[in-house]
């Protein structure tokens, strides 16, 4: 199983050595939010366009944009510093109780 903490101390110690190295990146919180829109921008497009062509080339290059926003994530939770495990988990068991509360009402 991948340790989520640890991909996201990598990614964010991968982003700092960039942004230390002149890339034109940000990695304080409210920049990589921004980023982050931008790469579900890219995303939207990249889907688009596997939608429509339904190629390998466009499928890869969509999965590459959805990786692009969980690296994203994963920046923002390296340089917060917190259990980006414990928040995936607690948002999840929301949404299972969401889903069991729907289900009831029908």
């Not at 995303?43 to 499928?59: I, L, N, P, R, S």
């Given at each position: 199983m991948i340790d989520l903490n640890k991909l996201s101390k990598q990614a964010y110690e991968v982003a700092q050595r960039r942004e230390s190295n002149g890339a034109n990146i940000k990695i304080d919180t409210i920049s990589m939010l921004k980023h982050c829109a931008g790469e579900v921008m890219e995303?939207?497009?990249?889907?688009?366009?596997?939608?429509?062509?339904?190629?390998?080339?466009?499928?890869?290059?969509?999965q590459d944009e959805v990786a692009d926003i969980m690296t994203c994530c994963l920046i923002i939770s390296g340089y917060m510093k917190f259990d980006i495990e414990l928040a995936l988990n607690r948002v999840m068991e929301k949404n299972r109780l969401r889903a069991e509360k729907q289900r009831d009402k029908l």
């Open positions: 995303a939207t497009e990249a889907y688009c366009d596997f939608v429509y062509e339904m190629t390998d080339e466009y499928e890869e290059k969509f």
